[in-house]
């Protein structure tokens, strides 16, 4: 609860140091299942969903920092576990602080890496 409001304070406050973002076409995520070892990169439209393991990741939105493309990533996304209704992880992540807003699952880990500009 603490981490969803200290992430949705950093998102709508704009002190005078906030940085300019973009929209990216494409992002690109780490999804790691913890039973077997195996550690999967997905890339992903924006707006795309894409099948990893049990998992079923939709990537919304990929932004970056206008003037340092290659030193973050917000990735909005939304990560449903085999058919259940509920979202295991909805919301943003932010590839420079990933526990910030951290998939809570006890089988797999994602995380966002990176935005793809071109």
């Known amino acids: 609860m603490i981490r969803r409001l200290a992430l949705a304070l950093s998102l709508s406050a704009t002190p005078m140091w906030a940085e300019t973002v973009a929209n990216a076409p494409q992002g690109e995520l780490r999804v790691l299942d913890k039973i077997t070892g195996q550690v999967t ?3 992903l439209a924006a707006g795309e969903t894409r099948e990893v393991g049990h ?6 939105e990929c932004r970056y920092p206008v003037d340092n493309p290659s ?3 917000y990735g909005e996304l939304t990560i449903t576990y085999r ?4 979202p295991a992880f909805q919301g943003w992540m932010i590839a420079s602080a ?3 807003n951290a998939m809570d699952h006890p089988r797999y880990d994602v995380w966002m890496l990176r935005c793809i500009t071109s």
Request: glycine share 6%; no cysteine; net charge negative.
């Open 41 to 43: 990169d997905l890339t």
């Open 55 to 60: 998992l079923l990741i939709r990537l919304s």
């Open 71 to 73: 030193g973050n990533a």
């Open 83 to 86: 058919d259940q209704l509920n």
């Open 98 to 100: 990933p526990a910030l």
